[in-house]
Structures are given as C-alpha cells and as structure tokens.
C-alpha cells in the first residue's frame, strides 16, 4: 500500500487544558488534520493526564462546532481493555495501546475494531516490530516512539527513522491499509526528515503549541504552514 496522505496531529498534552476547545478549535482551523489525545496513568508510564471524560467534552465541543478531525487516542495505560469501550463511547475515532502493556494483544484489537474504531499499535525506542508479524490485517495504524512515552518536549531519538523505514518496508510488502505515525520530538525543523523515512501521520505537540498569544485565533497559522511547506520537500 502506497503511502497516504500527510497528517498533522497535534498533541493535545501542549495545549492550554483551561481552554482546550478553543485550542483545538484554532489549530484545525490553522490546517491541521488529527487530534491526538495522550492517555498517561501513572503506572505504565510515569504521568497522569486525561481520561473519558475529557475526550467525551472535546468530542462533543468538537460536533457542536462541526470540527470534523479524528480524534487519536494513544493509550499509554495498564491494563488495556477495559478502557477501550470507554474511551470509544467518550468519541475516539482511533485506538492505539502498547503491546507491552496488554495480555492479549490480538483481543485488544478486536476489541477496539468491535467498538467501529480504527486501532493501531504503538511501539516503544526498544519495542521490536514483531509483534506485527501477526496482526497486520488488524490494524490501521501503526505509532513510532521517537521519544520514551510519559512526557512532552523531549528530543527526537534518531533510531526511529531506521524503524519507520522497517515499518514502512512492513506495510507495504503486506499490502495492507494502514498509516504510519511518529511520536515525539517531531517539529518543523525536522518533519521532512521524517516523513522521508515513510510517515505519513506527524505527531507533535511542543513543537505546534504553546508559543504563541493565547487569544489570537490565527496563532497556530504559521507554524502549520512551516509543516506543510517541509512536508512538500521530503
Ligand atoms: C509522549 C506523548 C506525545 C507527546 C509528544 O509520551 O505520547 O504525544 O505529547 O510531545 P512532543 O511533540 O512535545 O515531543
Ligand atoms: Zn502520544
């Protein structure tokens, strides 16, 4: 399968949660096409983030405004499952667990695909990509650690590119439809390098966030821009 469509997504873990739709309001609008929503529960990594209910609000802000972005929900929690009915009534779009972090990846899966959602696996700098040996028919997403999951603003770890181009080799001898993501450490200066290695989805979120004037609603307009403007060169 050929490589898709480039999509922004950022991290909501940068935005400014006492205005949160307004946030992601403003970077849809600025062109950005995911929002990617990071699940943390002090146990399979080391911080607490948001939850259900959260994603429930955002959701229902987001139809109200008819924002029509996927909402991306990346779990990084143990265990798994009982979080995924949750989370796909709260109005996640697409699913993604660490394997490490289920007993039973494949049910997970299904789980997930039970629930109308697109699920994908997420894997850690050391995680190999074997666990995908058998499961490639079941995903549509597959999510490269560039950083150690937990965390916001950490540096882009550079063996990820050699695993986006092995996952990229993966998705494309297996014909099979499903996107490519990077997490972390992603920004304009280094977007193009990376979707050179195969990525077709670029998480970001200090790299989109967080600079500018809260109140000016085009304040997320240049920094798209830039990311699609280095997008057009790889
Ligand atoms: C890290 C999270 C990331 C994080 C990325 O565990 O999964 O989505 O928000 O943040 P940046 O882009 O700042 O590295
Ligand atoms: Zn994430």
């Known amino acids: 399968m050929a490589k898709q469509e480039n999509w922004i997504a950022p991290s909501i873990l940068s935005a400014d949660f006492a205005q949160l739709g307004k946030d992601v309001k403003d970077v849809i609008a600025a062109g950005a096409d995911v929002v990617h929503f990071d699940v943390m529960d002090n146990h399979y990594v080391p911080n607490l983030t948001i939850g259900p209910l959260v994603c429930e609000s955002l959701k229902n802000f987001m139809v109200k ?52 959602c697109k699920a994908g696996l997420v894997f850690n700098p050391a995680t190999p990509l074997s666990y995908l040996e058998h499961v490639m028919d079941k995903i549509d997403m597959i999510l490269i650690m560039s950083v150690n999951p937990g965390f916001g603003g950490q540096a882009f770890i550079d063996e990820a590119l050699n695993k986006l181009r092995a996952a990229r080799k993966m998705i494309d001898e297996s014909g099979c439809d499903v996107r490519l993501e990077i997490d972390g450490g992603v920004k304009a200066e280094n977007i193009a390098e990376v979707a050179a290695a195969g990525c077709d989805t670029f998480v970001s979120g200090s790299g989109i966030f967080g600079k500018a004037n809260a109140s000016d609603p085009n304040r997320y307009d240049s920094i798209i821009k830039q990311m699609r403007e280095e997008l057009a060169k790889a």
């Open 65 to 116: 405004e008819d924002i029509k972005a996927p909402i991306d929900v990346h779990l990084m929690v143990k265990p798994v499952d009982r979080l995924i009915g949750d989370f796909a009534s709260a109005g996640a779009d697409i699913i993604t667990f660490h394997p490490e972090a289920s007993e039973h990846i494949d049910r997970s899966l299904q789980l997930i695909k039970a629930e109308g």
